[in-house]
């Protein structure tokens, strides 16, 4: 017996001999938080899984600067997978705060829109809980946007420090726990591991 046997997709894509639709899909609200590596891989993983049945993904991405060319950016171009950082690096110890909150703010406005157009399966908002944190996003606004999603919409939220709200409305929270880094031994960015 074929592993596919029986299983549905989402999207158009048809397999396993059938298709139950977004009508018999209850969309997730998953959140990868934590001190410790691997959050956006998670979701970039989950991401691939999704695109291989066949569902209709995007990641945005609130801190890689618009013009990053990682390797999931690569990848992502030859599948013709919708991965689009919209940021422009910042981080805590930027010296501009005030252009990277209307950079944030910005980039809110296009996922507001993804979530709401009704076009994809799963959305994933990579890192955004840092402008939560910073207080540059309202958490409530956040969730209510999300809460308004189409029904059958997966969406995944990442980063370190996720707001309470965010914790309690997700249906499934994964914590990333630091036990060791190579980065507090001096080892610097890799290829093909951070970028």
């Known amino acids: 017996m ?10 158009s ?16 609200l998953i959140c990868y938080t ?7 891989s998670a979701a970039l993983g989950t991401l691939m899984r999704a695109h291989g049945r066949g569902l209709k993904v995007a990641m945005l991405q609130f801190i890689k600067r618009k013009n990053s060319k990682f390797g999931e950016h690569i990848t992502a171009e030859e599948l013709g997978v919708e991965i689009t950082p919209l940021g422009d ?16 703010l910005e980039c809110w406005e296009t996922c507001k829109d993804k979530i709401l157009n009704g076009d994809y399966d799963m959305i994933i908002l990579d890192e955004i809980t840092y402008p939560i944190t910073f207080g540059w996003l309202d958490a409530g606004d956040v969730l209510e946007i999300i809460q308004k999603r189409p029904k059958w919409m997966h969406v995944i939220i990442t980063g370190r420090d996720a707001n309470e709200q965010l914790i309690q409305a997700s ?22 591991i951070e970028r």
């Open 2 to 11: 074929d592993e596919n046997d029986g299983l549905s997709v989402i999207g």
């Open 13 to 28: 894509q048809q397999k396993g001999g059938r298709n139950l639709g977004r009508e018999n899909t209850r969309g997730l």
């Open 34 to 40: 934590g001190n410790g590596k691997g959050k956006t």
């Open 89 to 104: 690096g910042f981080s805590w110890c930027s010296e501009d705060l005030e252009k990277d909150r209307l950079f944030a």
């Open 171 to 192: 249906d499934t929270v994964t914590e990333m726990l630091e036990i060791k880094h190579h980065y507090k031994s001096g080892i610097k960015q890799q290829l093909g």
